[in-house]
């Protein structure tokens, strides 16, 4: 019986030994330290959020007629993008196999074979718009009786 009460006089906070509490004690100063760290990231977060709100808010007081758009118009150009996909995806059927095929016989690069098979038909795509830009030119300068001009 002595041995055990010169034990719990020596250690009356649960018997650890100094390297234990030293452990405890840096461990705490970790963990204190990756809570302080995640609260400057939140406080970095918000004044980002803040200065961001304000940035628009300047934006919108500076133009105001970005903020009246009509829904139509939104719908329009959804539906532009949606028919540019499309036809993309339709220059990629019919322009990417051969466009695939002859890189393949010029460069044996599987890389310049996937760049050519999905960018030929992206180039197809540019002047089919430019085209297409061209054709509503004309057909303004004919409503409104001007002459067009064909220069690119």
């Known amino acids: 019986m002595p041995a055990s009460t010169a034990a719990s006089t ?13 452990a405890s004690r840096q461990a705490l100063i970790v963990t204190a330290k990756k809570i302080n760290w ?12 803040i200065t961001t709100v304000n940035a628009i808010k300047t934006l919108e007081e500076r133009n105001p007629d970005l903020l009246n758009v009509h829904s139509s118009d939104v719908v329009k ?11 993309y995806g339709i220059d990629v059927l019919l322009f990417g196999a051969t466009a ?5 016989l ?5 890389m310049l074979v996937l760049i050519a098979k999905y960018g030929i038909p992206l180039f197809f795509l540019g002047i089919e718009v430019l085209i297409s830009l061209k054709i509503i030119e004309a057909r ?13």
Do not use: M
Request: hydrophobic share 40%.
């Open 10 to 22: 020596a250690a009356p906070h649960g018997g650890g030994s100094a390297a234990h509490e030293e």
């Open 38 to 49: 995640k609260g400057h990231d939140v406080l970095d977060a918000e004044g980002r959020v």
């Open 77 to 87: 150009f959804g539906v532009f993008l949606f028919g540019l996909a499309c036809v």
């Open 100 to 104: 695939e095929y002859v890189a393949s």
């Open 106 to 110: 010029i460069t044996g690069n599987w």
């Open 140 to 152: 303004d300068a004919q409503d409104q009786e001007e002459v067009p001009s064909y220069v690119w």
